[in-house]
């Protein structure tokens, strides 16, 4: 017996799947062309293809790309998904195999006019996804070389759950949709003898085989299960019999063979090594149809589970519907009126990506394979690995109003991966999961605290743990950097990030002192406390900003703020940008910055200082002066006038940022840069909506101004929370007063409290600033200084 058929010990495949009633290659799809007049539901007014293209007005973004690589897009997939789901059906256009020019990985980029096939899963972020399925009339070929297919745009269409576009090269039609473990790809073929479908993993490969004429099997070897949720091996059904197939892979190692030696063997059911892949041929009339059905999981049994799963429907036009249907309930929750056809289509698209994470493991009672490679029964949804550096900052804390059973369930997943790890999941330069618990707590969800804050205190104080450079944070209070031989002016991106970790830490700390206090521990809440003012230690008074430090504790020369170090000193940010992160002490950022005036001064000219760097941050796009909103560490800044006493200036900043850095340019489905699984498409659904959480645990949302007439939230707890902007327009966007249920507002921001049991929030919106709405120091934010102190 093969390697792969010992890996799937159970050789029964199920009884062939009944052939999908044929429809018409045009039929009508499920979303209209962006100009055409949308209908008014906001499950047809999202668009999936928002986010996949980038700026394209060089003033917003700045020195970038650099020479040979392509400007950011938001990096999100127009592909066919469930909120939260395991896997997901999108195009890929990007040869991703050979190289990836920005850096990261992305199946689709918006600009480019060849497709290469689709990906049903297998990874679940970005071109690592396998295996690839492509649909090929006549010739065909061994990847990476890959027979792609030019398509016209016109005919590509998205929406929640579905993806369609005409492969004009095959004159093959290919639609994609999906269930919560299955994705569905139908291809509709036009007369020919040679109708294949070929379907291969990436160039790290794996084993394929051919089970019988309806079915193909396999594992990659790449994957990663701390990463990908829905694991490496795949079973993929057609729904009709194939007439031929055969096996191939290409060998790729050898130097100074070009693309490689391939192998291609009709007829072989199996095969190993790079790129390895299988074809089958079908004999099609016109208008034909093929459905390939793709599931996967972390064992055989579980990909074979996941494809019988009670909700993957093996028709695809009920597939889609049950999709849609899904999208639909969620965005019912929240209802908008008001504002233009543009403005309401961005809102549900960035609202649609804002579910891009985490990814469903398993639903309450079903099986799945734990981190010990053991099955188990789900006592609960279990959910992937939050993204906390990203989404923890603001897409958490709308998963909170919308979903709080959701939440309740993330938070144990993440608990309970930190009891088979040992410590709590972080990510990238700081620690945040307590932003996560702390959040919660706060705004009222029940959970098992103690339980958690066992694990967020060994990420805080076991300098073996997942916070780098911990022992020495803790000896000094800062983290140094590392200071390179040569000039350590950018393009030099290395380091430590110690001055923007130290920063990140402190956060942490400042929540895990709330946390803390709240269970009873006074100790601990008192020495994170005194940990929590830690920003202060890398704080150069003598310039005015964040600043790296020595070993010996010289500070880092020398130093230009309005570069972006990267991994020097700052974490994918430059001396401007890092300044305002101090979400959990606003007001002692104020005081630091000499008051009130001084701080105003400071932010003002952060929005106003051209962006003229000599290195280039491919991440630095969607400017405003200084600012950047394609990247996480200063996007709150806009809302910090809240505190120095200028709010209105939030108001016309977010309502800036909202007109400009999001589909502003040709296509309309531009971003400012990377969403990272949900955090740029969140930022725009709070900001939109009037508010957001500059520090996702504290339970105050801070006021901006919103773009739609009226909004009405409807809570996860059945509450609604409405907003109301009265005269609102595009030139009425400064707050002129505010009632709350009735009474008299004055206050620029709103607790969790506040809106728990329902509100009412009406603003009054006029063409220019109210000074004074606002602007009372006993009006400010909380803050862990009290009057800059």
């Not at 093996?314 to 908008?336: G, N, P, Q």
């Not at 130093?559 to 000193?569: A, L, V």
């Not at 498409?681 to 101004?705: K, N, Q």
Request: charged content about 20%; hydrophobic content about 35%; aromatic content about 12%.
């Amino acid at each position: 017996m093969n390697t792969l058929m010992a890996r799937f010990p159970h050789r029964a495949v199920a009884a062939a799947l009944s052939v999908l009633a044929l429809t018409s290659a045009t039929a009508a799809p499920a979303q209209e062309h962006p100009h055409a007049t949308p209908s008014t539901a906001p499950v047809d007014i999202a668009n999936p293809l928002v986010g996949t293209a980038p700026l394209d007005n060089q003033a917003l973004l700045g020195n970038a790309p650099p020479p040979g690589e392509p400007t950011y897009t938001g990096m999100t997939t127009p592909g066919a998904s469930l909120p939260q789901s395991a896997t997901e059906a999108a195009p890929v256009n990007i040869n991703a195999d050979l190289s990836f020019a920005t850096g990261v990985p992305v199946a689709y980029d918006y600009r480019r006019p060849t497709m290469f096939g689709f990906s049903g899963g297998g990874s679940t972020y970005g071109a690592r996804g396998a295996p690839i399925v492509m649909p090929v009339v006549g010739d065909w070929t061994v990847p990476p070389d890959y027979m792609a297919s030019y398509y016209d745009k016109a005919t590509e269409r998205a929406s929640p759950g579905y993806y369609a576009v005409d492969l004009a090269t095959f004159r093959t039609k290919a639609e994609l949709t999906a269930t919560q473990w299955t994705s569905l790809m139908r291809f509709t073929f036009p007369e020919s003898h040679r109708s294949n479908v070929v379907l291969n993993l990436r160039r790290a490969g794996g084993e394929v085989e051919v089970v019988d004429d309806r079915t193909i099997r396999g594992i990659a070897t790449a994957g990663r299960r701390d990463r990908d949720t829905d694991g490496p091996y795949f079973v993929a059904e057609f729904s009709r019999p194939f007439t031929a197939f055969g096996t191939f892979h290409a060998e790729v190692t050898a130097k100074g063979e070009g693309l490689g030696r391939e192998d291609v063997k009709a007829g072989r059911r199996n095969v190993s090594g790079d790129y390895a892949g299988a074809y089958v041929t079908y004999d099609t009339k016109a208008g034909d149809q093929v459905v390939v059905r793709i599931a996967h999981g972390h064992s055989a049994a579980e990909a074979q589970q996941r494809l019988r799963a009670q909700d993957s429907d093996t028709d695809f036009d009920r597939a889609h519907v049950k999709a849609r249907a899904r999208w639909a309930e969620l965005f019912d929750r929240v209802e908008v009126t008001g504002g233009t056809a543009r403005q309401r289509m961005l809102f549900y698209s960035t609202l649609y990506h804002s579910f891009a994470s985490p990814r469903m493991i398993a639903r309450k009672g079903e099986h799945y394979t734990g981190a010990d490679g053991r099955d188990q029964v789900a006592d609960y949804d279990h959910y992937g690995p939050v993204p906390f550096w990203d989404t923890g900052r603001n897409q958490i804390v709308l998963l909170m109003l919308l979903e709080p059973q959701v939440v309740q369930d993330i938070m144990r997943s993440e608990l309970d991966m930190a009891r088979e790890r040992g410590y709590m999941n972080t990510s990238f330069h700081g620690d945040h999961a307590v932003l996560l618990y702390d959040g919660a707590w706060r705004r009222g969800i029940p959970f098992d605290y103690a339980g958690a804050y066992t694990y967020l205190r060994k990420n805080a104080t076991d300098p073996n743990g997942p916070r780098g450079y911990l022992a020495e944070y803790m000896k000094n209070g800062w983290i140094s950097d590392i200071v390179p031989a040569e000039n350590p002016s950018p393009p030099y991106a290395g380091g430590k990030a110690g001055a923007a970790t130290t920063l990140e830490y402190a956060w942490d700390d400042h929540a895990l002192a709330d946390v803390a206090q709240r269970l009873g521990k006074t100790d601990d809440a008192q020495m994170f406390l005194r940990r929590a003012a830690n920003y202060r230690n890398v704080f150069d008074p003598s310039v005015g900003f964040v600043r790296g430090r020595r070993e010996d504790g010289q500070w880092i020369a020398p130093f230009d703020p309005g570069e972006p170090y990267y991994n020097f000193m700052m974490k994918e940010a430059s001396g401007w940008s890092t300044l305002w992160l101090v979400p959990h002490d606003v007001q002692g950022l104020v005081g630091l910055l000499g008051g009130r005036d001084a701080f105003n001064a400071k932010l003002d000219a952060f929005f106003s200082t051209p962006y003229q760097p000599k290195g280039v941050c491919r991440d630095c796009t969607g400017l405003i002066g200084q600012y950047v909103q394609g990247n996480q560490p200063d996007q709150q800044a806009a809302y910090l006038y809240a505190w120095s006493g200028q709010p209105w200036k939030t108001q016309a900043l977010v309502r800036r940022i909202l007109a400009e850095l999001y589909g502003s340019d040709a296509s309309g489905y531009g971003f400012p840069g990377m969403d990272d699984q949900g955090s740029t498409s969140s930022w725009y659904v709070l900001s939109a909506m009037g508010f957001y959480p500059v520090d996702p645990s504290s339970p105050d949302y801070i006021l901006g101004s919103p773009i739609f007439d009226r909004v009405r939230l409807r809570m996860g707890n059945g509450k609604v929370f409405e907003i109301v902007a009265r005269n609102n327009s595009a030139q009425n966007l400064y707050i002129q007063s505010a009632t709350l249920d009735g009474k008299p507002w004055t206050k620029p921001w709103l607790s969790h409290a506040d809106i728990a049991k329902g509100a009412r929030l009406v603003l009054t919106m006029g063409p220019q600033p109210n000074k004074a709405w606002g602007a009372d120091p006993h009006d400010v934010p909380p803050s862990m200084s009290k009057g800059g102190s």
